[in-house]
């Protein structure tokens, strides 16, 4: 069955930077696009960034535009968001979450992980 | 940026009862909306998309309707593994892919 198993999370002080993982499994990873969706401690859920199946196009939040990257490695079915200069509002619990349609993707989301937390802190 | 807006934030219903959710598109989003839903400490799951095609193995007890601005969920009878927070999420016009801010059905 799909698994996604995202690890990386961790404290981390404003300014610095952080690197999520999501392994991927039960798929083709190849054929997906696949996304990043926070959610903040106790609040709702916020589209981070979509990377296209083959890695060709990608696409951000305006609030993370600039400052986080999203990227894959086919080859090891992994997915990654470097996230840098991190502020306060970027705590939440990261979710790595699979795209419904295969080659060309639907943006809808049809398996999710079980998230990994990032805190900004001082 | 498309704005979903969900009502009512928390609606209380007794097990059996039907419910009906609401979400409002600042814009027409056609039929490209989806629902999920988040019970406390996991993921959100996929229950509906294209406006009302359930997706694998959810019940048919939910069904999504409307189109343009206007959309609904609705679970005919309410089970005990119903009680959870559901999202509308719009796939019309991206990015930003976007998100409401929930509805809470809980118990009478």
């Known amino acids: 069955q799909v698994q996604l198993v995202e690890s990386g999370g961790g404290v981390v002080q404003p300014g610095r930077s952080l690197r999520l993982s999501c392994a991927a499994s039960?798929?083709?990873?190849?054929?997906?696009?696949v996304h990043w969706v926070r959610q903040a401690p106790g609040k709702g859920l916020e589209w981070v960034a979509v990377?296209?199946?083959?890695?060709?196009?990608?696409y951000y939040a305006d609030s993370v535009k600039g400052r986080f990257t999203i990227s894959r490695d086919n080859s090891k079915n992994t997915l990654y968001l470097q996230m840098n200069s991190l502020r306060a509002e970027d705590t939440a619990l990261y979710y790595c979450v699979k795209d419904i349609c295969t080659d060309s993707s639907c943006y809808v989301f049809d398996h999710w992980g079980q998230g990994t937390l990032a805190t900004v802190s001082s | 940026e498309i704005v979903m807006t969900q009502s009512p934030a928390t609606l209380s219903v007794s097990p059996g009862e039907r419910a009906t959710l609401s979400c409002r598109a600042s814009?027409?989003?056609?039929?490209?909306v989806a629902w999920y839903q988040q019970k406390p400490g996991q993921a959100p799951r996929l229950l509906i998309y294209?406006?009302?095609t359930r997706a694998t193995g959810v019940p048919a007890r939910f069904s999504g309707s409307g189109s343009g601005t206007e959309f609904s969920l609705t679970i005919s009878s309410l089970q005990s593994e119903d009680f959870a927070v559901y999202y509308c999420q719009q796939y019309n016009d991206w990015p930003p892919l976007t998100f409401g801010g929930g509805t809470k059905v809980e118990i009478k």
């Open positions: 039960g798929f083709t990873f190849s054929t997906y696009g």
């Open positions: 814009q027409s989003v056609t039929t490209n």
């Open positions: 294209s406006r009302s």
């Open positions: 990377i296209s199946y083959d890695g060709s196009e990608e």
